[in-house]
């Protein structure tokens, strides 16, 4: 049964910076297209980057130019570096695999990790 893992999140200062990673069980990350997703209470959870197994990475237009992401497929581990945050970043973020085609997400989602942008 595949797992994610989601670390790195805290407490950072408006301005500030965080590195999340997430780190997955199983065969299938190298092969797959994987995504950092957000969620705040009583909203959606929100795309905000994806990444190919090749390395080409698209961002939510609400974090491009502040956010990088990138994968180690020899560690099974994926990346977000969050640069320039603000409050409105604050929320708990996942990552999943995704249908390249259908961005349907492939597995079950992990406890994801709090982000908190103070002023």
């Known amino acids: 049964q595949v797992q994610l893992v989601e670390s790195g999140g805290g407490l950072v200062q408006a301005g500030g910076s965080l590195r999340l990673s997430c780190t997955a069980s199983g065969r299938f990350f190298s092969s797959n297209m994987m995504g950092w997703y957000r969620q705040t209470p009583g909203k959606q959870r929100e795309l905000v980057a994806t990444i190919t197994s090749g390395g080409a990475t698209t961002y939510a237009d609400s974090v491009k130019g502040r956010f990088a992401t990138s994968r180690d497929n020899a560690k099974n581990t994926l990346y977000l570096q969050m640069d320039s945050l603000k409050l409105e970043d604050t929320a708990v973020y996942y990552c999943?695999?995704?249908?390249?085609?259908?961005?349907?997400?492939?597995?079950?989602w992990g406890q994801g990790t709090q982000v908190t942008v103070s002023s």
């Open positions: 999943n695999a995704l249908n390249s085609r259908t961005n349907a997400v492939l597995y079950r």
